[in-house]
């Protein structure tokens, strides 16, 4: 049974430039969350989306936006890259159906961005 | 607003030693508390995690935490620490909806 699966692994980018990041949940999920993760940093909540519509939002500029399919998986979009958007992308998937207290996230390993 | 603190940036232990790394909370309820692991170029396992209840919560890899509200903590333990559990070690707290808010991690290092 796959797990969550990212890609690309690894990613460099110009200033200025746009990319897409893509997540596929784990079989059996059907919400995908998006969390950034700086050097040294722990990970921060930028969305989640679920029924293909994002159901809450962290604090990130509207440069970065998302996408889900009807397959479950998902994209993550940043535009006009910043040199403080480089940085280790984590998706998480879990089961809508689960209660919030089980919180049943499993973590992709995550896309490297540079942006340079 | 929710925050998590772990005051550690940084620890060293010996192989066979004893473990404990700190963690604080900032919550208005009752909190829904959790220890990753991170190995490098890895995601997130979850260790172990608290809801309600026995205020001891026991994880994978022989991992415990504990749940003290009094003190606003869940700090995670290992009797004898193996050189494979070096590695980013998150906490983190559950808030409303469906994030997580992380701390900025622990980094262990195991030596021989």
């Known amino acids: 049974d796959a797990g969550v699966t990212q890609s690309p692994t690894h990613l460099i980018k110009t200033r200025g430039q746009q990319v897409t990041l893509r997540c596929s949940p784990k079989?059996?999920?059907?919400?995908v969350s998006w969390y950034q993760q700086a050097l040294g940093q722990g990970p921060q909540f930028i969305f989640q989306y679920y029924e293909e519509e994002e159901r809450q939002r962290g604090n990130f500029p509207d440069r970065f936006s998302g996408h889900q399919f009807p397959n479950y998986s998902s994209e993550l979009n940043v535009n006009a890259l910043l040199l403080g958007d480089s940085a280790l992308y984590l998706c998480?998937?879990?089961?809508?159906?689960?209660?919030?207290?089980?919180?049943?996230?499993?973590f992709g390993s995550g896309t490297r961005l540079t942006v340079v | 607003a929710q925050s998590v603190t772990q005051p550690d940036i940084h620890i060293t232990v010996s192989e066979g030693a004893s473990l404990e790394l700190r963690c604080n909370y900032s919550?208005?309820?009752?909190?829904?508390l959790f220890w990753y692991v991170q190995s490098p170029g890895q995601g997130l396992q979850l260790l172990l995690k608290y809801f309600s209840g026995d205020t001891l919560v026991q994880g994978i890899k022989g991992f415990e935490a504990e749940f003290k509200r009094s003190q606003s903590s869940f700090n995670l333990r290992k009797p004898s620490v193996h050189w494979s559990d070096a590695a980013e070690y998150f906490c983190?707290?559950?808030?409303?909806?469906?994030?997580?808010?992380f701390g900025t991690g622990t980094s262990l290092t195991v030596i021989p």
């Open positions: 919550y208005g309820a009752t909190p829904y």
């Open positions: 079989s059996g999920h059907d919400t």
């Open positions: 983190a707290v559950g808030g409303t909806g469906n994030q997580f808010y």
């Open positions: 998480a998937s879990s089961s809508n159906l689960e209660s919030n207290a089980n919180y049943g996230y499993t």
